[in-house]
């Protein structure tokens, strides 16, 4: 009995959680319809700051910000929607098309990396898991069945290679902690080619603009990547947005 009382909490634990989440994104998106998009912005953020991960809360609340003219917002919000659904047309799309209103540079992937944007985080280590769970399944049917050993173990290489695929793609996503995104959120921004202010300035920065962290100075400044150039920003004028 206790332990059925402790599912049905749960259970109602669940209910009021989506319940929760339903009603003020239900509201957020009808302001959002009317065109009150300060008020949406406001909804969707109240959302996130209660800690709900929805990429449809970042891609509203990107959508928002864009109407509202905020392109750093915007851009913040499409990069966080597209992480959680890399393949997305729609996130794709209004990404660039945001980057290309602030005249910003799309992020340059090679092929390794396109291969492996096909599918998020969460997407890859289910793809491990399940090939894992294949392999183990087809080389123990081998040792089983003698007859059908040879042909088993040699099925059992595709689950093997996808492995190592989603092996690769989810690093490909780790390599975001180490050298995480950061969207520039104040104008007037200009990469230096040193960690310190007075320091030669190399190339500007345009508002809304996503770089790649190279590395990192203990007095706030950060190396940035940015259209295949290299330079040094102090953190007052990036945002993070890497997971």
């Known amino acids: 009995m206790k332990k059925r009382c402790h599912t049905i909490a749960?259970?109602?634990?669940t209910l009021l959680s989506a319940s929760a989440f339903e009603a003020p994104f239900h509201e957020a998106q009808a302001a959002y319809d009317a065109g009150r998009y300060v008020e949406a912005r406001a909804l969707y953020e109240g959302l996130l700051s209660n800690g709900v991960v929805n990429v449809e809360v970042h891609y509203n609340l990107a959508n928002a910000s864009f109407k509202k003219g905020d392109l750093p917002q915007a851009v913040w919000h499409y990069r966080k929607a597209w992480y959680l659904s890399p393949r997305d047309p729609d996130i794709r799309a209004n990404l660039h098309f945001a980057l290309n209103t602030a005249g910003a540079a799309a992020p340059a992937a090679g092929l390794p990396q396109r291969i492996f944007n096909t599918a998020s985080t969460t997407e890859w280590l289910q793809v491990a898991i399940g090939s894992y769970l294949l392999f183990t399944?087809?080389?123990?049917?081998?040792?089983?069945i003698r007859p059908a050993k040879r042909v088993l173990l040699q099925i059992s290489l595709i689950?093997?290679?996808l492995i190592l695929v989603a092996a690769g793609g989810w690093w490909h996503w780790h390599g975001l902690q180490?050298?995480?995104?950061?969207?520039v959120v104040k104008s007037g921004a200009t990469a230096l080619y040193g960690p310190v202010d007075g320091s030669t300035a190399h190339y500007k920065l345009p508002l809304a603009a996503l770089v790649r962290?190279?590395?990192?100075d203990p007095k706030g400044w950060v190396e940035v990547q940015y259209d295949g150039k290299k330079g040094w920003i102090h953190q007052d004028y990036i945002r993070p947005v890497s997971p």
């Open 137 to 144: 399944l087809l080389v123990l049917l081998g040792i089983l």
């Open 178 to 183: 180490e050298h995480p995104e950061w969207v």
């Open 213 to 216: 962290q190279q590395a990192v």
């Open 10 to 13: 749960a259970l109602a634990l």
């Open 159 to 161: 689950p093997a290679a």
